[in-house]
T-cell receptor, first 113, second 112 residues
Framework: QKEVEQNSGPLSVPEGAIASLNCTYS??????FFWYRQYSGKSPELIMS????GDKEDGRFTAQLNKASQYVSLLIRDSQPSDSATYLC?????????????FGRGTQLTVWP | DAGVIQSPRHEVTEMGQEVTLRCKLI?????LFWYRQTMMRGLELLIY????????DSGMPEDRFSAKMPNASFSTLKIQPSEPRDSAVYFC??????????FGQGTRLTVV
């Protein structure tokens, strides 16, 4: 059974701070990882994807992947109140043609002004 | 592109009734996921199709649930008979194999 575990939170940071979200995964065969943001009452929205070891930066967001440690993280710099949402980590064995996408339980982030 | 389209957005039904949820994929996508989200269990994968073929249905709770892809752009998830414990938000998501998945707006199902 493929699993993704996220730090349960909730996480609360002041505006302008760095928010750090983490997850670990159980299946070494997983090839691709994704971070989704979900506002209350809305559907998950893709914000980052990462496929290889190291860091990937997109604006205020940086995703980090360490396949040896089976660890994925998301850093949000200069956090804004509009970043307050639940962040979902997802993994996929898309190195094959199967492509099953499985999610962690999510970490609720609150950014206070 | 209109994105992934789900219908209905809200459904309230009585226990024992049949419920059908619908999903239209993004044009050109060939992978389709059905998820169920609850506070208790988070986002659970129910079934995954690739090129209209069900690849993994291990998440389907029981025989009351069934899913089909009658064509490359459309899918249905049926619950018959429905039970109160089926109350949840059901999402479908589509992707092109080996790329990111995009979610529909979801269907909020309440079984009373």
């Amino acid at each position: 059974q493929k699993e993704v575990e996220q730090n349960s939170g909730p996480l609360s940071v002041p505006e302008g701070a760095i928010a750090s979200l983490n997850c670990t995964y159980s299946d070494r065969g997983s090839q691709s990882f994704f971070w989704y943001r979900q506002y209350s009452g809305k559907s998950p929205e893709l914000i980052m994807s990462i496929y290889s070891n190291g860091d990937k930066e997109d604006g205020r967001f940086t995703a980090q992947l360490n396949k040896a440690s089976q660890y994925v993280s998301l850093l949000i710099r200069d956090s804004q109140p509009s970043d307050s949402a639940t962040y979902l980590c997802a993994g996929s064995d898309r190195g094959s043609t199967l492509g099953r996408l499985y999610f962690g339980r999510g970490t609720q982030l609150t950014v206070w002004p | 592109d209109a994105g992934v389209i789900q219908s209905p957005r809200h459904e309230v039904t009585e226990m024992g009734q049949e419920v059908t949820l619908r999903c239209k994929l993004i044009s050109g996508h060939n992978s389709l996921f059905w998820y169920r989200q609850t506070m208790m269990r988070g986002l659970e994968l129910l079934i995954y199709f690739n090129n209209n073929v069900p690849i993994d249905d291990s998440g389907m709770p029981e025989d009351r649930f069934s899913a089909k892809m009658p064509n490359a752009s459309f899918s249905t998830l049926k619950i018959q008979p429905s039970e109160p414990r089926d109350s949840a938000v059901y999402f479908c998501a589509s992707s092109l194999t080996n790329t990111e998945a995009f979610f529909g707006q979801g269907t909020r199902l309440t079984v009373v």
